[in-house]
């Protein structure tokens, strides 16, 4: 059974750093892609970046480029999500998924989920 955790969400203030952990377990993921999504109260849930396992090149949305940095560590099959000079635009639950997308920012094309982690960024 593939399971994916999220960690390493919280409260901080605007301009802090936080690094999100996703500890991926269950099945091979050497050809897939760990997307990173967000969702804010009353907003849809957004794309904000993706690693792919195989190469470690990790894909960005236009409103975290230069402030978050996606990295992966094969030996742990964690993937990890660095998010420099937060603002409180930033704040929401953010999720782990994997799967194969062709779109690499499609969430419909992720086939597995983690349970999310908040994020909490004051002003």
């Known amino acids: 059974q593939v399971q994916l955790v999220e960690s390493g969400g919280g409260l901080v203030q605007a301009g802090a750093s936080l690094r999100l952990s996703c500890a991926a377990s269950g099945r091979t993921f050497s050809n897939y892609v760990t997307g990173w999504f967000r969702q804010a109260p009353g907003k849809e849930r957004e794309f904000v970046a993706a690693?792919?396992?195989?190469?470690?090149?990790?894909y960005y949305a236009d409103a975290v480029k230069g402030r978050f940095t996606g990295s992966r560590d094969n030996g742990k099959n964690t993937v990890y999500l660095q998010m420099n000079s937060l603002k409180p635009e930033d704040a929401a639950v953010y999720y782990c998924a994997a799967g194969t997308p062709r779109g690499i920012g499609d969430q419909n094309q992720y086939a597995y989920w983690g349970q999310g982690t908040q994020v909490t960024v004051s002003s």
């Open positions: 690693t792919r396992w195989t190469t470690g090149i990790t």
